[in-house]
T-cell receptor, first 115, second 111 residues
């Protein structure tokens, strides 16, 4: 039973356009959400996070939106650059329970940004 | 500051062999975790530790042992390797006020 779902295995966009990666979750106890970026043969690197008390968090070209009622979050990358091509993982934890070390991951979405 | 380091980078084992995957961090983080990533899957939590001497099971703990004698090190032991343990293993560390930092991974093949 997948608690964090990324239903799009891949996404292809043109350089300069917006990339939107989606993530759904089923566990109502999740209150902290993160996006990680992963290049081949490397470990995941943290990109951006959002607490359930917020509905939006921005960091440069990256914005994460959270819709708690729909149990849905999305990552927007504007403008997309070829260096953004990677696998993006959505992850969730129960921070209120003090468990930011126990992340539940989605299966990932491979983003390809074409020049 | 090396962050999270993992050794070895690659390993091939035969069924039934044992080995230890090493993980070390130099950020004085109290929390450390082990994940495995299989093709088409996200990372799944194997074991985690909230401090020296304290460990607990994650989602997929069977076939793996851990111990945490120091803050810096969190080795993962395979006592009798099985082909189902072929995977890429990632170690991560974090603190209360920070997100998890991941190591570069160990790619393990069990024949």
């Amino acid at each position: 039973d997948q608690q964090v779902k990324q239903n799009s295995p891949s996404l292809s966009v043109q350089e300069g356009r917006i990339s939107i990666l989606n993530c759904d979750y089923t566990n109502s106890m999740f209150d902290y959400f993160l996006w990680y970026k992963k290049y081949p043969a490397e470990g995941p690197t943290f990109l951006i996070s959002i607490s359930s008390i917020k509905d939006k968090n921005e960091d440069g070209r990256f914005t994460v939106f959270l819709n708690k009622s729909a149990k849905h979050l999305s990552l927007h990358i504007v403008p997309s650059q070829p260096g953004d091509s990677a696998v993006y993982f959505c992850a969730a934890s129960e921070m209120g329970g003090g468990s930011n070390y126990k992340l539940t991951f989605g299966k990932g979405t491979l983003l390809t940004v074409n020049p | 500051n090396a962050g999270v380091t993992q050794t070895p980078k690659f390993q091939v084992l035969k069924t039934g062999q044992s080995m230890t995957l090493q993980c070390a961090q130099d950020m004085n983080h109290e929390y450390m975790s082990w994940y495995r990533q299989d093709p088409g899957m996200g990372l799944r939590l194997i074991h985690y530790s909230v401090g020296a001497g304290i460990t607990d099971q994650g989602e997929v703990p069977n076939g793996y042992n851990v111990s945490r004698s120091t803050t810096e090190d969190f080795p993962l032991r395979l006592l009798s390797a099985a082909p189902s343990q072929t995977s890429v293993y990632f170690c991560a560390s974090s603190s209360d006020l920070d997100t998890q930092y991941f190591g570069p991974g160990t790619r393990l093949t069990v024949l």
